[in-house]
């Protein structure tokens, strides 16, 4: 069974910058054609997409985050990492790895909480 565990800090000072791992179990990151996903829902919204690695290690972002926001990976490892920079308490949300792309999700960790404040 395939499994995602997202991990890091629940609480981020404002101005930050926010670092998660998601470790992945039972599938490996440079299987051809998986991409593995960032995704989070702030509270009383809607999911978000952030960013993606692919199994080749190209990575994608959204555009509206794309200037404070990295994608990477450790294959030694099994995890990918999302950084995002100069958080601000719009950015709290419980944030969610994933594998798949394009709305396309198979897999998915339970999500963890972050919250931005002072």
């Known amino acids: 069974q395939v499994q995602l565990r997202e991990s890091g800090p629940g609480l981020v000072k404002p101005a930050q910058t926010l670092s998660l791992t998601c470790t992945v179990s039972n599938s490996s990151l440079t299987t051809n054609y998986y991409y593995w996903t960032w995704i989070r829902q702030p509270p009383g919204k809607g999911l978000e997409w952030m960013g993606a690695i692919g199994f080749n290690g190209n990575t994608y972002v959204s555009p509206s985050l794309i200037s404070r926001t990295s994608v990477s990976m450790n294959t030694a490892k099994n995890q990918f990492t999302l950084q995002l920079s100069a958080v601000t308490p719009e950015d709290t949300a419980v944030y969610y790895c994933?594998?798949?792309?394009?709305?396309?999700?198979?897999?998915w960790g339970q999500g963890t909480q972050v919250t931005v404040s002072s």
């Open positions: 994933a594998r798949g792309l394009d709305s396309d999700y198979d897999y």
